[in-house]
């Protein structure tokens, strides 16, 4: 896997199945387990969202030379997703599934969105303008991994 | 590969899009209203003109207009470009489309050529501007191959279906392009239901199975070659006169075996939480099972069973148990998805607002959906005892008049706490 896009899509894939798991946990009201389950996934989000806003992101700007374009939205898309998640701690951390399910239904689709966006526009755009793509997956996956 | 062809932020104002659905609402409730005045007697036969006003009540005032309104939201989303102009287009065509469709549905109960005029000149002109629009993105390379290629042959199919209505009114002009024909009307609803919106829904359901479920994507050879087996069969229709029942049966089987295998896709779904969005979803895989079992059932045996209008029983089973319950899920799936969206626009300049922002259960709770659902079941059921036992219509416009009354509230109150967030967000 030393495509960007393969990489960086599978990592989408893994943070939705442990964001489920969590989710999955909380409707059944299961809060040790989901509290474990919804650290490994804030976890994985965050080395994923700090893998593109500190290597992957800067690469492909420099190679474009496109510091305004899909790489901006793609940051505020970040800080988005951040802000929900504190919300969904909050709503963990009061038990509160109601606002929790709610939460985590926004931020769900919020990261569909962005993913979609990634998977079919900017990582494609990655792959094809930065130079040593390989050595980029193998900075992206020291960074995750 | 064109980098400035990119547009992240290509969505139509919000306002456009509820106009649409609100608008099909009340195309829906005059539906209703029309069953209530019409008396029993316009369940004995499809060719009633009160039962085609009916009919074109719910699908060109209902899903035609909620399809064509999210298709504004949607075309930026999966094809990553937005068509240009888009709040004059929307405008534009809803007027026209909204008072073009009005004058069909009157022309059908008073028959006078004012109103088949009005409806030629209004619909032609609304859905030109509409569909010149989007032709010109739809041309271009888009990202989201499957997808896309589904929206461009249910919008082939559209404009067929409307050809074909328009020439009919034509004739009843006096206008003889076309002769009068029992088969050229089959053809008219055959591609809009196979056509229009059963591309659309599958186009769709493409992307939102994956996105709103995390479910796991179509097979690729489904998402390639599925929606050309039905553009194939629906040309197959136009051709082939003499062998509509068989394509028809084949259209049938198409279409089931999609929405099981959709159903199938939503039970390995990731998240395993309750709603309501499934359960339409199965519902519609129901319905659409017991059509085509119905539909090989011989006559005589529909007869026995209290079947007697055997093609109005099944259309109207199709559009109102298979077609509008899935609209009605994704409608649940989209209004809050919208409304957050939009106003996470109105963030972007300053994150400390989104916790202003209410979350997805807040515009629509989900018990509400549930309950949506519930009358939607109660509407199903009546209307099929309505289909065999004509003397329930009354009972029919009653639950149908609850059903879509709840979709309006459920809007209405959506929009309410937008607009209540937006003044918190501007103060």
Not at chain 1, 6 to 17: A, I, Q, V, W
Not at chain 1, 105 to 134: A, F, G, R, W
Not at chain 2, 8 to 25: D, H, Q, Y
């Amino acid at each position: 896997m030393n495509a960007i896009p393969d990489y960086m899509t599978d990592k989408h894939r893994h943070c939705d199945d442990i964001f489920a798991e969590a989710e999955a946990e909380v409707a059944k009201s299961n809060w040790n387990l989901a509290e474990q389950k919804w650290q490994a996934f804030t976890l994985e989000l965050e080395l994923h969202l700090q893998a593109e806003e500190q290597i992957l992101f800067p690469e492909f700007e420099q190679a474009t030379g496109m510091t305004s374009g899909p790489t901006h939205v793609m940051r505020m898309e970040h800080e988005q997703m951040r802000g929900l998640l504190t919300s969904l701690n909050k709503s963990l951390a009061e038990k509160n599934s109601e606002d929790f399910l709610g939460f985590s239904e926004t931020l769900m689709v919020l990261m569909q969105q962005h993913n979609m966006k990634e998977e079919m526009m900017l990582y494609p755009m990655c792959q094809q303008n930065i130079s040593d793509t390989e050595q980029m997956t193998a900075q992206l996956k020291q960074h995750c991994d | 590969m064109n980098l400035s062809g990119l547009n992240f932020s290509a969505l139509p104002e919000i306002n456009i899009i509820f106009r649409f659905f609100v608008c099909a609402v009340l195309f829906a409730l005059g539906g209703a209203l029309l069953i209530l005045i019409s008396g029993h007697e316009v369940w004995q036969t499809r060719w009633h003109p009160n039962m085609l006003a009916i009919t074109h009540c719910f699908t060109l005032g209902f899903i035609t207009t909620v399809m064509m309104g999210a298709l504004l939201q949607i075309l930026p989303v999966i094809g990553g470009i937005g068509i240009p102009k888009v709040k004059q287009v929307a405008n534009t065509f809803l007027i026209f489309h909204v008072f073009g469709t009005s004058s069909l549905i009157a022309s059908f109960i008073w028959p006078i050529s004012i109103l088949k005029i009005a409806a030629v000149i209004l619909l032609s002109f609304g859905y030109g501007i509409y569909l010149v629009a989007l032709i010109s993105v739809l041309v271009k390379k888009l990202s989201q191959g499957s997808s896309i290629v589904t929206i461009r042959f249910a919008l082939c199919a559209l404009l067929f279906t409307l050809i074909l209505g328009l020439l009919m009114l034509a004739r009843n002009l006096g206008w003889h392009i076309i002769p009068f024909d029992k088969y050229v009307t089959d053809l008219h609803a055959i591609w809009g239901i196979a056509g229009w919106f059963s591309l659309l829904i599958i186009a769709v359901s493409f992307q939102i199975i994956p996105m709103f479920h995390v479910a796991p994507e179509f097979n690729e050879r489904i998402r390639n070659y599925l929606p050309w087996l039905i553009i194939v069969l629906l040309l197959s229709v136009i051709i082939s006169k003499g062998h509509v029942q068989e394509l028809v049966f084949l259209l049938l089987i198409v279409n089931s075996l999609f929405i099981c295998y959709l159903c199938y896709l939503l039970s390995l779904r990731k998240r395993k939480i309750p709603d309501t969005t499934v359960n339409f979803w199965r519902f519609s895989a129901v319905s659409m099972i017991t059509v085509f079992i119905l539909y090989l059932l011989p006559e005589n045996l529909l007869m026995a069973f209290g079947v007697e209008q055997p093609t109005l029983t099944l259309a109207a089973m199709v559009i109102f148990l298979y077609v509008i319950s899935i609209i009605f899920g994704m409608m649940l799936k989209i209004m809050p998805f919208l409304s957050y969206t939009h106003l996470q626009q109105r963030c972007l300049l300053d994150f400390s607002l989104m916790q202003l922002l209410p979350n997805m259960h807040q515009f629509l709770p989900p018990k509400h959906g549930k309950k949506l659902f519930y009358l939607h079941l109660c509407t199903a059921l009546v209307l099929v005892l309505t289909l065999i036992f004509n003397q329930f219509y009354l009972l029919l416009a009653f639950t149908l008049l609850m059903e879509f009354c709840w979709l309006l509230v459920l809007l209405v109150r959506c929009k309410r706490l937008y607009n209540a967030t937006i003044k918190q967000i501007e103060n």
